[in-house]
């Protein structure tokens, strides 16, 4: 089953919550090195500039979008457009 997982990195805090959640580390959060491009696993300014979502190990189960403390992440898959929300 294919999944896909979508953050708001503009309103993303970078707390880490949704990647210590994930039972499957289907997400990285990580902000980039200007000079060397590489990924940098601590977060700068409070924000995070990239997720990575690895939809391979995905298991659909919406616990990263339950760990959420502002909802920016929406859960869809199996061809539909279903959002799973934050409660």
């Known amino acids: 089953m294919a999944f896909a997982v979508h953050v708001n990195t503009e309103e993303c805090l970078g707390c880490n919550n949704c990647v210590v959640a994930c039972p499957v580390d289907a997400l990285e959060l990580f902000s980039l090195d200007p000079v060397t491009k590489e990924k940098i696993y601590v977060v700068q300014d409070g924000t995070?500039?990239?997720?990575?979502?690895?939809?391979?190990?995905?298991?659909?189960?919406?616990?990263?979008?339950?760990?959420?403390?502002?909802?920016?992440?929406?859960?869809?898959g199996r061809g539909d457009s279903r959002h799973m929300a934050h409660t």
């Open 48 to 76: 995070a500039i990239s997720v990575d979502f690895k939809s391979e190990l995905c298991a659909g189960c919406g616990v990263c979008v339950e760990a959420c403390p502002t909802d920016v992440i929406t859960l869809t």
